[in-house]
């Protein structure tokens, strides 16, 4: 699933042109799929399509492109769909008052973030 074209995934028994598209671009914004149940947050894609194609998807996370969270701008923090624009400045403000996150869990101390889940957030972040 994480490396698939839009064209191999039209081949799956319910998956027009439309939804191969949306997989591979929600694909593409995400930085690829940790975990097939983000198929749910595909636009129309429905239960019961999902899990019609679930055998037949293999899902390798190690093609994961993954956010560089000491380096990376605001406009490539916030264009991931987990994080707002807010939420990133918040990332970078911390990392210019304390210097680079040494740990993922730091996160969860921001203010920003202190009633918000990010277990979704971190599979996709790289401290190096």
Known sequence: INTCSADSLENLRGIG???????VAFRSK?????SLDQLNEVYGLSTETIEIIL?????????IKKIKLNTM?????SSH???????AKAIINYREQ???YSKLSTLKSLHIFRNKSIH?????????
Request: net charge negative.
């Open 120 to 128: 979704r957030l971190l599979p996709y972040l790289d401290l190096n």
């Open 73 to 77: 701008d605001i406009e490539g923090l």
């Open 17 to 23: 042109p439309v939804f191969a598209k949306r997989i």
């Open 81 to 87: 769909p987990y994080l707002s624009y807010n939420e």
């Open 98 to 100: 304390h210097g680079h």
């Open 55 to 63: 055998p037949h998807l293999i899902l390798d996370t190690t093609k």
């Open 30 to 34: 995400l930085g690829g799929f940790y």
